[in-house]
């Protein structure tokens, strides 16, 4: 049986990181891909967990050579996902999640068409403009460049197979949860995962 890839997307300040960490924490059969980035490691980062940190020349080599499965510039930062990496995984039968944003959603689904797609949306405009004042990490004008993008990110929401609203953490934990548990019962996907028992059954 192979594995699926889920793609969990959201406008920047959405709790999306947050999420997908204490879901991965309560669900082992998932994994995280880790994307490669030009971007600067940020506090508490680390390399090869939250990201690989590379230098722009050593990017543009992997994107030259294909190694990449999806590719965006986000804030004139550089972001790319492992294609042999997820492939492997699948292989061997193994959910891969990947964190990314909606332009990487279209990329992916062009060559895994069944991939699952998440959007997690911010309550309002207003919550989103307040969460990232209060992440400190960006300045006034900044956050304002990362406000007008959230507008163009949400409509893309149509595009992804779930909606779920971050108003409370733990609600929109329960409901991402509950989305990947529900996929995992369907027919299809029991009949691979339990196919000895469903021919024992049959017998």
């Known amino acids: 049986m192979t594995g699926n890839v889920w793609i969990v997307t959201a406008p920047s300040g959405a709790g999306k990181t947050s999420l997908v960490r204490a879901m991965l924490e309560r669900d082992r059969q998932i994994c995280l891909s880790v994307s490669h980035?030009?971007?600067?490691?940020?506090p508490g980062e680390r390399d090869g967990q939250d990201y690989h940190f590379v230098d722009e020349t050593r990017f543009m080599t992997m994107l030259e050579a294909g190694e990449f499965l999806e590719s965006a510039e986000v804030y004139g930062n550089r972001y790319g996902t492992s294609e042999r990496w997820i492939r492997e995984r699948?292989?061997?039968g193994i959910d891969v999640l990947l964190e990314i944003d909606w332009q990487?959603?279209?990329q992916v689904r062009?060559?895994?068409p069944q991939a699952i797609g998440v959007f997690i949306l911010p309550p309002s405009i207003e919550v989103l403009r307040e969460r990232l004042r209060n992440r400190g990490q960006d300045d006034a004008a900044t956050v304002a460049r990362?406000?007008?993008a959230a507008r163009s990110d949400i409509s893309h929401?149509?595009?992804f197979d779930y909606v779920i609203i971050n108003d409370h953490f733990e609600t929109a934990l329960t409901d991402l949860l509950a989305v990947v548990r529900a996929h995992r019962l369907r027919a299809g996907e029991q009949l691979q995962r339990h196919a000895i028992?469903?021919?024992s059954l049959n017998a």
Request: net charge positive; no cysteine.
């Open 104 to 106: 990487g959603a279209q």
């Open 197 to 199: 028992l469903f021919a």
């Open 110 to 112: 062009r060559l895994f």
């Open 157 to 159: 929401a149509v595009e």
């Open 90 to 92: 699948l292989a061997e």
């Open 37 to 42: 980035t030009t971007r600067a490691p940020r």
């Open 146 to 148: 990362r406000l007008a």
